[in-house]
């Protein structure tokens, strides 16, 4: 089995920076994933890390350590539309093995 | 290309009662799932295929049946409602060749009231 764990909650200040972290406890690791949900809306995709390091996608990036079973997105220069659930994903098998989502870390920027 | 397309976007049942929830894709996605989601408790699958003629159970698959007769549609059975099942659905799919990138694609939901 796999578990994630997320906060429930962040606020942050419009401008700022903030980081939501993940950790996750899986049998095997396939790469850590985050998606963005605003209110009434889908899950999109944001980020994939497989390899520890640093992956950067314009004002967000994601980052991942292995060895610490242990991941984090990063936001910077937050705007007011970022306000949104934040949800890491992993797998912990190859093949066909389905992607199982943390419980989602709300964010709220605040001006 | 539409992506992935789920009816009905609202639904309101009476305990007991039975419906399906449709899933379409016309991105020819072998891959295919349906997720609950409620509040505080994340996306939780329920079942999944990796195509054609081929369906797994998730982690809460109790309640619901899934088939797959064909690549494109993936319909999501509850066989006698119960207010448990209360819930937001989404339907993801993925070619199975790129499930190692993590990226599904969602639709935008089913919200299920089960009164």
């Not at chain 1, 390091?53 to 984090?72: A, K, M």
């Not at chain 2, 639904?11 to 295919?32: I, P, R, W």
């Not at chain 2, 998730?58 to 319909?75: I, K, L, Q």
């Not at chain 2, 993925?94 to 599904?104: D, F, Q, R, S």
Request: with cysteine.
């Amino acid at each position: 089995g796999q578990s994630l764990e997320q906060p429930s909650e962040v606020t942050a200040v419009e401008g700022a920076i903030v980081q939501i972290n993940c950790t996750y406890q899986t049998s095997g690791f396939y790469g850590l994933s985050w998606y963005q949900q605003h209110d009434g809306g889908a899950p999109t995709f944001l980020s994939y890390n497989a390899l520890d390091g640093l992956e950067e996608t314009g004002r967000f990036s994601s980052f991942l350590s292995r060895s610490d079973s242990y991941g984090y997105l990063l936001l910077q220069e937050l705007q007011m539309k970022d306000s949104a659930s934040y949800f890491c994903a992993v797998r912990d098998g190859g093949g066909n093995t389905p992607l199982v989502f943390g419980k989602g870390t709300r964010l709220s920027v605040i001006a | 290309n539409a992506g992935v397309t789920q009816t009905p976007k609202f639904q309101v049942l009476k305990t007991g009662q039975s419906m399906t929830l449709q899933c379409a894709q016309d991105m020819n996605h072998e891959y295919m799932s349906w997720y609950r989601q409620d509040p505080g408790m994340g996306l939780r699958l329920i079942h999944y295929s990796v195509g054609a003629g081929i369906t797994d159970q998730g982690e809460v698959p109790n309640g619901y049946n899934v088939s797959r007769s064909t690549t494109e549609d993936f319909p999501l059975r509850l066989l006698s409602a119960a207010p448990s099942q209360t819930s937001v659905y989404f339907c993801a799919s993925i070619p199975i060749l790129a499930l190692n990138t993590g990226e599904l694609f969602f639709g935008e939901g089913s919200r299920l009231t089960v009164l």
